[in-house]
Nanobody
């Protein structure tokens, strides 16, 4: 059974950096696309970044394109989201998700099927505030 466990969230000042992790168990990482999603209070969940660990192809939400980096460590079955130049609007609960059907593109990560991923973690809180 595939399980996803996020970690590394916390409080960071504007302009700061944070790396969050998604540990994947029960499956081989390379068989799934992994996505990072976030939900701010009162807002819909949005796709932030996705990666296909088998070829390292990625997708990013436009507002994080030059600040965030998603990467995968197949040996550790873990996907990371490195977040730099953080802004208060980056605040939210960050979830990782996995699906073997999807690829790292706008359609699957930020588009109409972003809520239809098969597996979700419990989320980790990221707060950007001074």
């Amino acid at each position: 059974q595939l399980q996803l466990v996020e970690s590394g969230g916390g409080l960071v000042q504007p302009g700061g950096s944070l790396r969050i992790s998604c540990a994947v168990s029960g499956v081989t990482l390379e068989d799934y696309t992994i996505g990072w999603f976030r939900q701010a209070p009162g807002k819909e969940r949005e796709g932030v970044a996705c990666i296909n660990p088998s070829d390292s192809s990625t997708y990013y939400l436009a507002s994080v394109q030059d600040r965030f980096a998603i990467s995968g460590d197949n040996a550790k079955n873990t996907v990371y989201l490195e977040m730099n130049s953080l802004k208060p609007e980056d605040t939210g609960v960050y979830y990782c998700a996995a699906d073997a059907r999807y690829g790292p593109s706008y359609y699957y990560c930020s588009g109409p099927v972003r809520e239809e991923w098969d597996y979700w973690g419990q989320g980790t809180q990221v707060t950007v505030s001074s």
